[in-house]
């Protein structure tokens, strides 16, 4: 693995970890909200996917390794900031038109780059439990559910006691399978290391509706969705097949939010499939 360093459109440095076989294709990893590139542990350090694809993994701004500036919301709610930030990183490390994995706000994201650029630089969309509108519209269609909402105040306090608790309760709904211990306390160590001022910026821009982006996609998409999960309900993924041309959903029944961390066997073989079939 090769940490880099790609700056955004407004100067920030956005951290990238680039592994694997770099004349493979691109499958560039985005993780969700308050999470790390370290999310995706299980697939980068997976022999096979290394053997065979180009591994791009980006700390979001505000997240991990990457910039996290403090002093202006702003910097967290256009559409275009964070379509630029996908494409600077797109155009840096892969070197053919990629794949894009996003899971959870990592969709949305996505879904922002969608609607700036179009489809026509990837080669296909996973997105992974992700609510396809956000905020309460996202709620009231039953996409969203309590394991975000629940957790939200907390996690976006100046109150380190009240930050921990709401951190702690939100690690543990992204699961419905135990992880080790030494697992869920990495998973909360880079959560933590997400400051509440960013992850509440984030979810103060204007309400987020993909559906139309989803109608305009001419890739293929596989939709992968934990049946267990409770922040990003199952309609979910059901409403984006329902919303894109060429879309197949893969249903991980006894998994929560997270079923790459979960089932990351069953995960990474049917992304290697997917990413295959293009």
């Known amino acids: 693995m090769v940490a880099r360093y790609v700056r955004s459109h407004d100067g920030l440095r956005l951290h990238v970890d680039v592994s694997g076989n770099a004349e493979g294709r691109p499958i560039v990893f985005v993780h969700g909200w308050s999470q790390s590139y370290l999310s995706w542990v299980e697939q980068l ?17 505000g997240h991990g390794a990457s ?13 275009e900031i964070w379509a630029q930030d996908l494409d600077a990183v797109i155009r840096a490390c892969a070197t053919r038109p990629p794949v894009l994995v996003g899971w959870s706000y990592g969709g949305f994201v996505i879904g922002d780059y969608l609607r700036l650029n179009g489809d ?35 996690a976006t306090s100046d109150d380190l006691k009240a930050n921990i608790v709401a951190m702690r309760g939100f690690v543990r709904a992204c699961t419905a399978r135990d992880l080790s211990p030494e697992r869920v306390e990495e998973i909360l160590a880079f959560n933590m290391k997400v400051p509440p001022f960013v992850r509440w910026a984030m979810t103060t821009r204007q309400d987020s509706d993909n559906t139309p982006e989803l109608r305009a996609l001419t890739v293929p998409v596989l939709s992968t969705q934990g049946g267990r999960d409770d922040v990003a309900l199952p309609a979910a993924a059901e409403y984006v097949r329902q919303n894109v041309a060429d879309c197949r959903v893969s249903l991980y029944e006894e998994c929560g ?11 990474n073989r049917e992304l290697a499939d997917f990413v295959r079939s293009l």
């Open 67 to 79: 910039d996290a500036p403090v002093d202006d919301p702003e910097r967290y709610r256009a559409s």
């Open 257 to 267: 939010h997270s079923p790459f961390l979960e089932a990351p066997e069953r995960f």
């Open 45 to 61: 350090r997976d022999p096979a996917l290394s053997d065979e694809f180009h591994l791009i993994a980006v700390d979001l701004r």
């Open 120 to 154: 026509g630089a990837i080669a296909g969309v996973n997105f992974v439990d992700w609510a396809v509108i956000m905020g309460s519209a996202g709620r009231d269609a039953g996409l969203i559910g309590d394991g975000f909402f629940d957790y939200y105040d907390g």
